[in-house]
């Protein structure tokens, strides 16, 4: 989100919101379970992170082939993190 204001002779202000670090990593997840890939610059970002954890977890990281209770466990992961 980004919400720009602008004053004549006073500059201009903005703000800049970034999804939480979870919900990036929640959403990677399913796009690359679901589908193989990821959709955005951000989930694409966050595949490396993604396959550090997965790695961390014992897993390997071959998404579309990750079993129900392997998804289940990265998500729990993620929440914690």
């Not at 929640?26 to 992170?49: F, P, V, W």
């Amino acid at each position: 989100i980004i919400n720009l204001e602008s004053s004549l002779s006073q500059g201009s202000e903005f703000t800049i919101m970034f999804p939480s670090e979870q919900k990036v990593l929640r959403q990677c997840l399913s796009e690359l379970y679901h589908k193989g890939h990821t959709d955005s610059h951000i989930t694409k970002a966050a595949e490396n992170d993604l396959s550090e954890l997965a790695e961390a977890c014992g897993i390997m990281a071959k998404w579309k082939s990750l079993q129900a209770n392997e998804y289940n466990r990265l998500l729990s992961v993620i929440d914690e993190v």
